[in-house]
């Protein structure tokens, strides 16, 4: 993921543990959200705001032969992100390029295709980081983009101070310029953007005790793990307090007990620059 310069936008810090968070989420969602993904031996595909590269192993693994250039802000993420995928994919295609995304350092229509994947929800101005993926977009080339929307978490047992917890990090990324809520509005966001072909359709996570992997994976190592890494950040803004918190954390980590329930949607958009 990546974001304006303000590298102090992105809610959940940059630590190693935020980076196995995202290594955990990319692992256990890639068959959801990217087995459709592929594209040609020889294409150039800009993967936008790689972060850590979490998300690149899979791209790479899913379409070998293309020529991928993966660009980031933060030279950090860059550097785990080559380490990432020198680890896990040796001999993988990628360039990797230190890049803000309103400015991208490309030609008009440089690329066959570009792929986003939970960035947009970090954005102050995610329209105008989309018109500089247009541009740099060749004329019938598509964009995919994935992105989540916290209004769709649903859990049981429910509680009302877990949902608080959770609120706490939408408002807190509200307040950093972001938008926990971004998945209902990517229809529009890629119309008014000018893309044509646009298609948009929903891609939910249903975790129980009868698929452990989702349990583990998804809801306690990837959701649960991200309202957690708040907790300072709404204490120090005075969202909740250290008691009312923890109580959210510990309801919400029921989900993941057995007996519990965790349910979550994703929202996949593909559209083409029109010709």
Known sequence: MTMESDTNAYVHGYSAREAQRLGDQADTLAALLHADTRYPAGSRVLEAGCGVGAQTVHLVAGSPGARIVSVDVSAESLARARA???????????????????????????????FVCFVLEHLKDPRAV???????????????????DHG???????????????????????????????????????AEAGFADVVVRPRTVYADETRPEL????????????????RTDALAAG?????????????LSRSAEPGGTFHYVFVKGTAVRPR
């Open 239 to 251: 969202l909740t307090t250290e008691a009312d918190f923890d109580r959210g954390v510990a309801e």
């Open 152 to 190: 769709s978490t649903f859990f049981h047992p429910d509680g009302p101070y877990a949902r608080a917890a959770i609120d706490c990090q939408v408002r807190l990324q509200a307040a950093g310029g972001g938008n926990a809520l971004i998945g209902r509005e990517l229809q529009p966001l890629l």
């Open 84 to 114: 990432l995928v020198t680890e896990r994919a040796p001999g993988a295609s990628v360039e990797w390029r230190q890049a803000d995304l309103y400015g991208l350092p490309f030609d008009e229509a440089s690329f066959d295709h570009v």
């Open 215 to 230: 349990v583990r994976g998804f809801t306690r190592d990837t959701f649960v793990a991200a309202i957690e890494a708040v």
């Open 130 to 148: 989309l018109a500089e993926l247009r541009r740099v977009l060749r004329p019938g080339g598509t964009l995919t983009v994935v992105e989540g």
